[in-house]
């Protein structure tokens, strides 16, 4: 068994898509139209052939109470793994990216949490060697 597809709730698809896409550095897989949405899937630019992200609209009832609680525990949707945090950190503030939690040592990682844009928090992490 391996994880095929996960996914973080949007509140915008298509300004999901251009913040994933752009700033993160994602790809587009799928974006097949559905209705008034998209099935929208995205993948690591690493391993285009790896696990999809599904930017999933956050339409339904409890998505939004769900988000909102998880936001302000400070509690990400997602976490990224990334080479070195502290890079990861720089080139996204540069790009205007706000970080809610700044590069913290946490035993054997290393992690930083920022706002997606889209209604989320996001955790990037690193793995100490």
């Given at each position: 068994m391996r994880i095929?597809?996960?996914s973080v709730f949007v509140s915008?698809?298509?300004?999901?898509?251009?913040?994933?896409?752009?700033?993160?550095?994602f790809k587009v897989k799928n974006d097949v139209p559905v209705g008034e949405f998209s099935w929208l899937t995205l993948v690591?630019?690493?391993?285009e052939n790896g696990t999809e992200l599904l930017l999933e609209p956050a339409a339904h009832r409890a998505v939004g109470p769900y988000r909102?609680?998880?936001?302000?525990?400070?509690?990400?949707?997602a976490s990224f793994a990334v080479d070195d945090?502290?890079?990861?950190?720089?080139?996204?503030?540069g790009l205007g990216v706000k970080?809610?939690?700044?590069?913290t040592d946490a035993g054997p990682v290393t992690v930083a949490?920022?706002?997606?844009?889209?209604?989320?928090?996001?955790?990037?992490?690193?793995?100490?060697?």
């Open positions: 095929y597809i996960t915008d698809q298509n300004k999901a898509k251009d913040f994933y896409t752009k700033v993160l550095g690591s630019s690493e391993d909102e609680a998880l936001k302000a525990d400070g509690i990400p949707a945090v502290q890079a990861e950190y720089e080139r996204l503030t970080f809610t939690q700044d590069p949490t920022f706002d997606d844009t889209c209604g989320n928090l996001i955790q990037i992490s690193s793995y100490q060697r």
